[in-house]
């Protein structure tokens, strides 16, 4: 059974840093793009990062470069998304989520089938 | 790209059909999927590539659409479809997600 669940989220102060962490089991974790996807309270999802299986290939949404970086653990199934530099904008769920891995042709999709419960971070003074 | 999904919400008796409808500002070629959000819960993947059925999702749900306009359809609407409904494009960086159309049971 796959299974993604997230921790290490938690209250911080604007301007603080948090590592939160995606613990992976039920499929071969070394072989899939994995994604982080956010939810503000009250508001609809944004996709925030992903990486390539080994780890060579990082894609961010905008308002994160340079102060979130996404990363992977394949010998511990293990997936991280480093934050820094926390607004209050970044206050929100953070879902990992598995990419699914459809491919056509040699081009692949982003796909995400399976999710993790998701972790709650907050920032605040 | 901007993903303009409508209505934002909508109120059916259990039975109806509905359709939830979602527009890319550019061609995102077949790289679209649908989500359902249930209330407290994590997303699930319903379709994606427009039109492939999730393994295990119900048959009721179809997607459809080319180019910029696409659609998810609800056959038999169920009490346990009450959910919010995100569309993705994942054609070009960053991926982005719709809005949302929250469906609700009359």
């Known amino acids: 059974e796959v299974q993604l669940v997230e921790s290490g989220g938690g209250l911080v102060q604007p301007g603080g840093s948090l590592r939160l962490s995606c613990a992976a089991s039920?499929?071969?974790?070394?072989?899939?793009?994995m994604h982080w996807v956010r939810q503000a309270p009250g508001k609809g999802l944004e996709w925030v990062a992903n990486i390539k299986p080994d780890g060579s290939e990082k894609n961010y949404v905008e308002s994160v470069k340079g102060r979130f970086t996404i990363s992977r653990d394949n010998a511990r199934n293990s997936l991280y998304l480093q934050l820094n530099s926390l607004t209050a904008e970044d206050a929100a769920v953070y879902f990992c989520?598995?990419?699914?891995?459809?491919?056509?042709?040699?081009?692949?999709?982003?796909?995400?089938?399976?999710w993790g419960q998701g972790t709650l971070v907050t920032v605040s003074s | 790209i901007q993903m303009t999904q409508s209505p934002s919400s909508l109120s059916a008796s259990v039975g109806d059909r509905v359709s939830i409808t979602c527009r890319a500002s550019q061609g995102v070629g077949n790289d679209l999927g649908w989500y359902q959000q249930r209330p407290g819960k994590a997303p699930k993947l319903l379709i994606y590539?427009?039109?492939r059925l999730q393994s295990g999702v119900p048959s009721r749900f179809r997607g459809s659409g080319s180019g910029t306009d696409f659609t998810l359809t609800i056959n038999n609407l169920q009490p346990e479809d009450v959910a919010t409904y995100y569309c993705?494009?994942?054609?070009?960086?960053?991926?982005?997600f719709g809005g949302g159309t929250n469906v609700e049971i009359k």
């Open positions: 039920g499929f071969s974790f070394s072989s899939s793009w």
């Open positions: 993705l494009q994942d054609y070009y960086y960053p991926l982005t």
């Open positions: 989520a598995r990419d699914l891995g459809y491919c056509i042709g040699g081009i692949c999709s982003s796909v995400f089938d399976y």
């Open positions: 590539a427009i039109s």
